[in-house]
């Protein structure tokens, strides 16, 4: 059995799609109903690889029907996709049960490759993949979809200029079905117009139509990435400016960072602590929440050449966050990892805090400890100058080793 898991539209259905293309294979997604429709569905899909005319039987519970598939398997080599997994689970609370003593039972029969998968990453870590899950230890692979990285976007965004392949990924994050809507005939102006800033754009509602398959009280998650995009960061500050408990809004920033929309950072080499401040991890919801939501009227109004004009001057200092994401990928993947790096770090982070020397706030944009002995500090600058050459490397990020 194997498990795949990873946020919505990240390609995982695609995925599996592609490896069954040319196999013998059961499809199934479960949807956010009841049993008795997710359990009609999955009769229709073991009625379709038959291939058989008229109504399809409907089995009587799902243990009847994975029985059935599994008795298929003992003849033959086939694959059963149950994808959105979590929705069948949870209209079903036995399925987890049922698997279990399903596998036990034809493991040595039965010639069937189940695969599992899910989009509520929280629900298959603590409920499929956790040790206290009825199917724990019957996995034989598992894999996480993560987006892509800045590197393998500008795969998709060939045509466009270096400094554009930035701003896109500072856009749209590494999530594929976005990277493909970008038109490289058009300009960046007329693809933000096109993706963000139209009523019907693909992306004008996306993050709202996101959450809203994975939280209840959208109302509250949307006050708490707002606060967040606008600079409040700290969870005290948070809870000020929602009218809400430090206690609340921590619960609901937890369920944001197990959706990987927001992170928790620490200045590097410390201590989570007081100095721990919240981030957006996401840069489409970064992108979104930073200026579509201030821009509404006037794109409803269908006045996107306006939006555009009131977006633009921000972008440079928007870019700021993004291309030091960009350079500590360049240090782990362009350098690290090649071998060709002088400081051998073990992980890369930013600093902030209080200069002695100088006796005022300050920040450090990247930096690694090798050793006592030997470390990597690093500035990052977002400029108009090329970041990327050919081999899209970034050509413009200045570092100094620091040795003491």
């Known amino acids: 059995m194997a498990v795949i898991y990873g946020r919505r539209r990240g390609g995982k259905t695609s995925l599996i799609r592609e490896f069954i293309r040319d196999k013998k294979a059961i499809y199934f997604m479960g949807i956010e109903s009841n049993e008795k429709q ?56 036995g399925l987890f049960f049922v698997l279990q003593r399903l596998i036990d039972q034809y493991r040595d029969n039965s010639r069937l490759m189940i695969i599992l998968c899910g989009s509520s990453m929280s629900y298959m870590e603590d409920e499929v993949l956790a040790y206290k899950s009825p199917i724990y230890g019957r996995r034989t692979a598992q894999l996480k979809i993560l987006s892509f990285s800045f590197r393998e976007c500008c795969l998709f965004l060939h045509g466009f200029s270096p400094e554009d392949q930035a701003v896109i990924y500072g856009m749209t994050g590494g999530t594929a079905p976005y990277l493909l809507e970008m038109d490289s005939r058009l300009t960046l102006e007329e693809n933000v117009k096109e993706d963000f800033l139209k009523p019907a754009s693909l992306l004008y509602e996306e993050p709202e139509n996101l959450l ?41 920033m937890k369920s944001l960072m197990e959706l990987g929309i927001i ?71 362009g350098k690290m990892l090649e071998g060709e790096s002088p400081i051998l770090f073990q992980s890369l982070g930013r600093w902030w805090g ?39 490397r970034i050509s413009h990020v200045f570092l100094s080793n620091a040795a003491s």
């Open 212 to 252: 809203k398959q994975e939280v209840r009280e959208l109302s509250m998650y949307n006050a708490m990435i707002s606060a967040v995009s606008g600079g409040t960061t700290r969870l005290s500050e948070i809870a000020s400016q929602t009218g809400e408990t430090t206690s609340t809004c921590s619960t609901y």
């Open 263 to 333: 992170k928790r950072e620490t200045p590097y080499g410390e201590k989570s602590g007081r100095k721990s401040i919240y981030r957006i991890d996401d840069n489409m919801f970064r992108f979104w929440y930073r200026f579509i939501p201030a821009n509404t009227s006037l794109i409803e109004r269908g006045a996107d050449e306006l939006a555009w004009k009131r977006i633009a001057p921000s972008i440079p200092e928007y870019m700021g966050a993004i291309f030091e994401q960009i350079c500590q990928e360049y240090l782990w993947g």
């Open 38 to 93: 997710n359990l009609h569905n999955f009769s229709d899909a073991i009625h379709g690889f038959h291939r058989e005319e008229g109504p399809a039987p409907l089995y009587a519970s799902f243990q009847d029907a994975l029985e059935a598939v599994f008795q298929m398997a003992k003849e033959e080599r086939m694959i059963l996709v149950m994808d959105e997994y979590p929705y069948a689970a949870r209209t079903s609370p």
């Open 354 to 392: 209080n200069d002695p020397v100088r006796k005022k706030q300050t920040e450090i944009d990247i930096m690694g400890i090798e050793d006592k002995a030997h470390a990597l500090f690093g500035g990052c600058k977002w400029t108009k100058e090329a970041l990327i050459n050919s081999q899209n």
